[in-house]
């Protein structure tokens, strides 16, 4: 595509030499969809739903995928860099979060029957560049998040990078994740630490 269209109910998309595939069944409105560089693509899938989003990607091989049943309000998804991913899984929930891929080949992936409150940051990397002020490199690479199934992550918290959330867990208000977190359990603070284990929870 390589101007502006309107697809279901005034989503305002220009996609720009890229490519958007839509379900029949999928439920877009209200959206703001950018997208910049070559072989970039969007997906929604079965049932999945945007509404009030904005949607970008600035470089080359990159790919967001909402799954059938997902439904995403509210939110801000972004790219920037080459050959990264954001994934939002089957029937999960989120009701305003900020998502943020940056640095090549990094992935952001959350999972099926997950709950995202509103007000959540979830980022793979930690702004802007640091250096090592003798050797010049740099020190704080971005780094992959994984958030799996099941994962309930209530208001205002935020997952920082190289992290992993394991299945049936909790996220406390408010909390600043900065390191992996246990199946079925609790956990909040700042940073988070796990406060109660072998729980569940019902969406």
Same mark, same amino acid.
């Given at each position: 595509m390589n101007k502006y269209i309107y697809l279901r109910l005034t989503n305002s998309i220009r996609i720009l030499k890229n490519k958007l595939f839509l379900s029949k069944k999928s439920y877009l409105i209200w959206n703001k969809l950018r997208v910049k560089g070559v072989e970039n693509v969007i997906f929604v899938e079965g049932t999945g739903k945007l509404r009030n989003c904005k949607i970008s990607i600035k470089g080359k091989n990159n790919t967001i995928t909402i799954k059938d049943g997902a439904n995403v309000s509210y939110s801000q998804l972004e790219i920037v860099g080459d050959h990264c991913d954001i994934t939002i899984g089957e029937n999960t929930d989120i009701g305003g979060a900020y998502l943020s891929s940056k640095g090549n080949n990094t992935t952001l992936s959350i999972g099926s029957d997950c709950m995202l409150s509103r007000n959540i940051n979830i980022m793979t990397y930690d702004g802007h560049p640091i250096y090592d002020r003798d050797s010049k490199k740099q020190i704080n690479h971005p780094q992959s998040i994984c958030i799996k199934n099941n994962v309930w992550i209530a208001a205002n918290a935020s997952i920082l990078k190289g992290v992993t959330v394991e299945s049936?867990? +909790? @996220?406390?208000?408010?909390?600043? +994740?900065? =390191?992996? @977190?246990?199946?079925?359990?609790?956990s909040?603070?700042?940073?988070?630490? =796990? !406060? =109660?284990?072998? !729980?569940?929870?019902?969406?």
């Amino acid at each position: 595509m390589n101007k502006y269209i309107y697809l279901r109910l005034t989503n305002s998309i220009r996609i720009l030499k890229n490519k958007l595939f839509l379900s029949k069944k999928s439920y877009l409105i209200w959206n703001k969809l950018r997208v910049k560089g070559v072989e970039n693509v969007i997906f929604v899938e079965g049932t999945g739903k945007l509404r009030n989003c904005k949607i970008s990607i600035k470089g080359k091989n990159n790919t967001i995928t909402i799954k059938d049943g997902a439904n995403v309000s509210y939110s801000q998804l972004e790219i920037v860099g080459d050959h990264c991913d954001i994934t939002i899984g089957e029937n999960t929930d989120i009701g305003g979060a900020y998502l943020s891929s940056k640095g090549n080949n990094t992935t952001l992936s959350i999972g099926s029957d997950c709950m995202l409150s509103r007000n959540i940051n979830i980022m793979t990397y930690d702004g802007h560049p640091i250096y090592d002020r003798d050797s010049k490199k740099q020190i704080n690479h971005p780094q992959s998040i994984c958030i799996k199934n099941n994962v309930w992550i209530a208001a205002n918290a935020s997952i920082l990078k190289g992290v992993t959330v394991e299945s049936g867990s +909790v @996220i406390g208000f408010g909390s600043i +994740v900065t =390191k992996s @977190i246990s199946a079925n359990s609790i956990s909040a603070g700042i940073p988070a630490r =796990k !406060i =109660k284990e072998n !729980i569940y929870w019902e969406h």
